[in-house]
């Protein structure tokens, strides 16, 4: 079964910078789009950025200019580069990927096990 694995977060400081990563841990057969949700305390889950398998990426307004999506397709692999870090953006991130499945050719969404972001002085 594909498994995403995440890395990347941790605690910095307002104005820094992180970069996540989210691999998927089986051979698959395709993987079409890819993205990054985040959830805060108390909030619902709501999407950072998505990138198709194309390359094509898109962004919440709230962190258009500052994060940046991009993918390896080689690597099975989706990074979220964020700079200019605020303390709104403490979350618990979670990567996602609708995937093809090498073995038994079924398609399904699935998703990371998240990584804590804190962004805090």
């Known amino acids: 079964q594909v498994q995403l694995v995440e890395s990347g977060g941790g605690l910095v400081q307002p104005g820094g910078s992180l970069r996540l990563s989210c691999a998927a841990s089986?051979?698959?057969?395709?993987?079409?789009?890819m993205g990054w949700y985040r959830q805060a305390p108390g909030k619902q889950r709501e999407l950072v950025a998505v990138?198709?398998?194309?390359?094509?990426?898109n962004y919440a307004d709230s962190v258009k200019g500052r994060f940046t999506i991009s993918r390896d397709n080689a690597k099975n692999t989706v990074y979220l580069q964020m700079n200019s870090l605020k303390p709104e953006d403490t979350a618990v991130y979670y990567c996602n990927a609708d995937i093809r499945d090498f073995s038994s050719y079924t398609r399904s969404d699935y998703w990371g096990q998240g990584t804590q972001v804190t962004v805090s002085s």
């Open positions: 089986a051979r698959v057969f395709s993987i079409y789009a």
């Open positions: 990138i198709t398998d194309g390359g094509s990426p």
